[in-house]
Every structure is written in structure tokens, then in C-alpha cells.
């Protein structure tokens, strides 16, 4: 599996001493709060398992310090070999740091060159105001918006949909 790194990160494949940070990461209600509602421990687990195992998923660090401050991953479509959706999620000390758009342009420049992909899709939240900058900056397009589509603990949210294709790098 791929090691992916930056002037400030690494992005490294999850590896099973991993698990206390992804348990922690989702049952922050402040990260989870734009994500989906908290879930019970069984499940994080299931999902940290496949973590464990899926190709071009990261856990994002500095070079300065080994301390997990995100994970970030791409799921390739099954469908359509040639697109992927982005994901990410970063602990609150590392919000307006850079960090995370740092991290989503290495990703993305891995997908284009080295995953085979040649289109990214991300969902974002209306609200979630950080994820809309970060993929902006990326260069991310919005190319739709689902009114009141995304639901979590019973309220309905925007969901915005972005895109970014290889020949827009």
C-alpha cells in the first residue's frame, strides 16, 4: 500500500495500533456533527476493519509528529473504474491549519496519477462551511445541490455535490 507525502504530512495506510484515533475521531460530535450520527462502538469497529484492509484509504500526520490528525481515502467506483469519491476527516485541533486541503490536494494528485481515476466527487453539507472552502481551494466545481437530502438525528440538511477532473489539474 501507498505511503503519500507532502512538505507537512504523511498519508499512510491504517494500520491496526490506529483504532483508539478512528474510534475517537467518530464519536466527536463536534467532527460528526457534518458526517452522519454517532455510532456504536460494533460499528466503528466493522468499519475500522475495513479501513485495515482498503487500498487508498490514509491516516494523515506531520512529519514533525506522529499524532493522527485525520484519515482521508477514495472509493473507486466499482462501476465506473475511472471515478472515486472523496472522503475526510480531521480531528478539531487541526481545522484552519491548512492541514486538510493539504492532505486533499496530495489525494487527489495520487488518484490522477497513481489510483487511475480521472473524476473526483465529493458530498459536502451545505453547512459545513470548512469542507466547502477546503475543496473550493482544491479546485473542486460544485455541480449540484439536493435540497434537504442529507438527513442526520432527524434533521435535513443540503447536500452539495463537487467534482474535480484530471484535465482541470
Same mark, same amino acid.
Given at each position: 500500500?501507498?505511503?503519500?507525502?507532502?512538505?507537512?504530512?504523511?498519508?499512510? =495506510?491504517?494500520?491496526?495500533?490506529?483504532?483508539?484515533?478512528?474510534?475517537?475521531?467518530?464519536?466527536?460530535?463536534?467532527?460528526? #456533527?457534518?458526517?452522519?450520527?454517532?455510532?456504536?462502538?460494533?460499528?466503528?469497529? @466493522? @468499519?475500522?476493519?475495513?479501513? @485495515?484492509?482498503? =487500498?487508498?484509504?490514509?491516516? $494523515? #500526520?506531520?512529519?514533525?509528529?506522529?499524532?493522527?490528525?485525520?484519515?482521508?481515502?477514495?472509493?473507486?467506483?466499482?462501476?465506473? #473504474?475511472?471515478?472515486?469519491?472523496?472522503?475526510?476527516?480531521?480531528?478539531?485541533?487541526?481545522?484552519?491549519?491548512?492541514?486538510?486541503?493539504?492532505?486533499?490536494?496530495?489525494?487527489?494528485?495520487?488518484?490522477?496519477?497513481?489510483?487511475? $481515476?480521472?473524476?473526483?466527487?465529493?458530498?459536502?453539507?451545505?453547512?459545513?462551511?470548512?469542507?466547502?472552502?477546503?475543496?473550493?481551494?482544491?479546485?473542486? $466545481?460544485?455541480?449540484?445541490?439536493?435540497?434537504?437530502?442529507?438527513?442526520?438525528?432527524?434533521?435535513?440538511?443540503?447536500?452539495?455535490?463537487?467534482?474535480?477532473?484530471?484535465?482541470?489539474?
Amino acid at each position: 500500500m501507498a505511503t503519500i507525502t507532502t512538505p507537512r504530512l504523511i498519508l499512510s =495506510p491504517f494500520r491496526p495500533a490506529d483504532w483508539n484515533f478512528f474510534r475517537a475521531l467518530r464519536e466527536d460530535a463536534s467532527v460528526m #456533527r457534518y458526517i452522519g450520527s454517532l455510532a456504536a462502538e460494533k460499528d466503528n469497529r @466493522l @468499519l475500522f476493519a475495513t479501513r @485495515l484492509n482498503a =487500498p487508498h484509504t490514509f491516516v $494523515v #500526520r506531520t512529519h514533525a509528529d506522529s499524532t493522527a490528525l485525520g484519515d482521508i481515502g477514495l472509493r473507486i467506483s466499482p462501476q465506473h #473504474r475511472d471515478e472515486a469519491d472523496i472522503g475526510y476527516m480531521f480531528i478539531p485541533q487541526a481545522h484552519g491549519k491548512g492541514i486538510a486541503s493539504e492532505a486533499v490536494r496530495a489525494l487527489c494528485e495520487y488518484a490522477f496519477t497513481q489510483a487511475g $481515476v480521472n473524476a473526483l466527487n465529493a458530498w459536502v453539507l451545505a453547512e459545513n462551511t470548512g469542507s466547502v472552502r477546503v475543496l473550493e481551494k482544491c479546485g473542486f $466545481v460544485r455541480t449540484q445541490m439536493l435540497e434537504k437530502a442529507y438527513e442526520i438525528d432527524g434533521v435535513h440538511y443540503d447536500d452539495w455535490a463537487y467534482r474535480l477532473e484530471s484535465t482541470a489539474c
